[in-house]
């Protein structure tokens, strides 16, 4: 369990979060500048809150009213940067063996060959940093993190700098270590990718205040319907599950009880559950359920919000059968032909081509 109730103040930039979970994983979302590194810095002691509240498993970290503050050193918090941050001079081995030999031996719970073998470092433990690829350098700053017995591990962008082969591979890690070592973890990313296949919680940052937190498809839609972004920005997740697989048009159907969603390629295993981020921009709407067409999403649901912008645009906020939202950028041109109000029924189209079924992949 995390409990954040913080506030600070750095020059300019001011901080306001609040957010309580006892998911596996958070994640913290929102474009740069919005307090992500701040938040987790805070968490770690690495910065002081101006006041509030920091508690981990029921142990306080920082208490302004009660003037507690845990020193960063016994907040037994492991950190994870996009750098990796290993020391060059060091093989892959001393590394691996500094934070292990700082944490006192009865705090020593993680065994140090399973953390090795979890994450396929054997082959590397008599080389230097300098001589690794990025997908290694984190597979090692993992370790080195790991083998520190942390209460809680704090990833600030960890997949920011790798390719999209190396970063399918390191989400596929992070998960497994999520479920096997059962260490909270806060995973800082501006990449809704990222945040919808591993996180549990999202707490949603923009400009230093939280716009939305809860379950991912929750906090995605509170943001949505707080902040006036470009409409290019404002992104929907949609939970489902994996269903079955057409070899003769490599297309992998996902189910959802407001329709099928279908996905280019082989996205298994069968009935594994996925989140598909859509992006707004990648719905239209229809008030009857549209024929003869190439697209084949068709989700059914209705009007929960209109909100109009300025200009020509509206943001269409529908609930989706059976659970979910779903936001789509219409022009308020089309809302008025559409008649479209709160409560109406209403068909939303999305292309199989529009959906990028990578992040559902392991490596």
Same mark, same amino acid.
């Given at each position: 369990?995390? +409990?954040?109730?913080? !506030? ?12 309580? =979970? *006892? ?6 979302? @929102? ?9 987790? %810095? ?8 101006? &006041? ?6 029921? !142990?306080?970290? +920082? ?17 994870? %940067? ?32 399973? #953390?090795? /073998?979890?994450? @396929? ?13 990025? $997908? ?42 999520? *479920? /096997? ?12 990718? /990222? ?6 919680? #999202?707490?949603?940052? &923009? ?31 949609? !939970? ?15 189910? %959802? ?43 059914? $649901?209705? #009007? ?30 089309? #809302? =008025? ?18 959906? *990028?079924? &990578? ?5």
């Amino acid at each position: 369990m995390i +409990f954040v109730e913080i !506030e600070a103040n750095r020059g300019t930039f001011s901080l306001k979060a609040q957010f309580e =979970s *006892d998911a596996g994983l958070v994640g913290l979302f @929102g474009p740069s500048g919005s307090g992500k590194t701040t938040l987790i %810095h805070l968490i770690a002691g690495l910065v002081r809150p101006t &006041r509030g509240r920091i508690r981990v498993d029921g !142990e306080t970290l +920082f208490d302004s009213a009660r003037n507690v503050d845990v020193p960063l050193r016994r907040r037994r918090v492991g950190l994870v %940067h996009q750098d990796s941050l290993l020391f060059p001079h060091l093989s892959v081995r001393q590394n691996l063996l500094f934070g292990h030999f700082f944490t006192p031996k009865p705090e020593r719970r993680i065994p140090h060959q399973s #953390v090795i /073998e979890t994450l @396929g470092i054997a082959a590397l433990l008599d080389r230097r940093p300098g001589t690794l690829s990025g $997908g290694e350098r984190q597979r090692v700053a993992l370790a080195r993190a790991l083998l520190a017995s942390p209460r809680l591990l704090l990833m600030d962008e960890p997949l920011a700098s790798l390719d999209l082969d190396r970063k399918l591979e390191i989400m596929s890690l992070i998960e497994h270590l999520r *479920d /096997e070592y059962r260490i909270p973890i806060v995973y800082v990313s501006h990449a809704i990718e /990222e945040v919808s296949r591993l996180a549990n919680y #999202v707490v949603v940052l &923009r400009a230093g205040k939280v716009l939305g937190a809860g379950p991912p498809s929750d906090a995605l839609s509170q943001m949505n319907r707080a902040m006036h972004a470009d409409r290019f920005e404002i992104v929907s997740l949609v !939970e489902c599950q994996v269903g079955g697989f057409d070899p003769e048009f490599e297309i992998t159907t996902l189910r %959802h009880p407001a329709g099928p969603i279908f996905v280019g390629g082989r996205v298994g295993p069968e009935g594994r559950s996925v989140r598909v981020v859509i992006g707004a921009t990648d719905v239209a709407l229809a008030t009857s359920r549209p024929t003869e067409l190439s697209i084949r999403t068709i989700l059914s $649901g209705e #009007v929960a919000a209109i909100r109009s912008e300025t200009g020509a645009l509206s943001l269409v906020d529908i609930a989706l059968q059976g659970g979910g939202r779903l936001s789509a950028s219409l022009t308020r041109l089309a #809302v =008025s032909d559409l008649e479209l109000a709160p409560g109406a029924r209403v068909y939303a189209l999305i292309k199989a081509v529009a959906i *990028d079924e &990578r992040p559902f992949h392991s490596r």
